[in-house]
Nanobody, 126 residues
Framework: QVQLVESGGGSVQAGGSLRLSCAAS????????MAWFRQAPGKEREGVAA???????RYSDSVEGRFTISRNNARRTLTLQMNSLKPEDTAMYYC????????????????????WGQGTQVTVSL
């Protein structure tokens, strides 16, 4: 049974940092594309950062240079280090997974991912 469990969310002031983690189980983690998405109230789910099985990464323009995605295949964990947080980063953050593609990557398209966690809330205040 596939499980993705996020942790690390919370409340922080603008300019602060948070580190999100996702613990994965029930699938061959090292062969999967992994990603972080977020959804704010009244808005569509947005891709934040993705990392492929080969370690290549992709970021949305809104977080490039502030967020860092990483994976530890031995521990089956996915991490999102978020620095210089802004109020517009406030959202529910979700971990997502899907089998890696032979060519290219799954990137930041929500429909490309099969499995989702329950989410962890991030709130950034002024």
């Amino acid at each position: 049974q596939v499980q993705l469990v996020e942790s690390g969310g919370g409340s922080v002031q603008a300019g602060g940092s948070l580190r999100l983690s996702c613990a994965a189980s029930g699938f061959p983690y090292s062969f999967y594309s992994m990603a972080w998405f977020r959804q704010a109230p009244g808005k569509e789910r947005e891709g934040v950062a993705a990392i492929e099985d080969d370690g290549s990464t992709r970021y949305s323009d809104s977080v490039e240079g502030r967020f860092t995605i990483s994976r530890n295949n031995a521990r089956r964990t996915l991490t999102l280090q978020m620095n210089s947080l802004k109020p517009e980063d406030t959202a529910m953050y979700y971990c997502a997974a899907a089998p890696s593609l032979i060519y290219g990557g799954r990137g930041l398209i929500a429909n490309a991912y099969n499995y989702w966690g329950q989410g962890t809330q991030v709130t950034v205040s002024l």
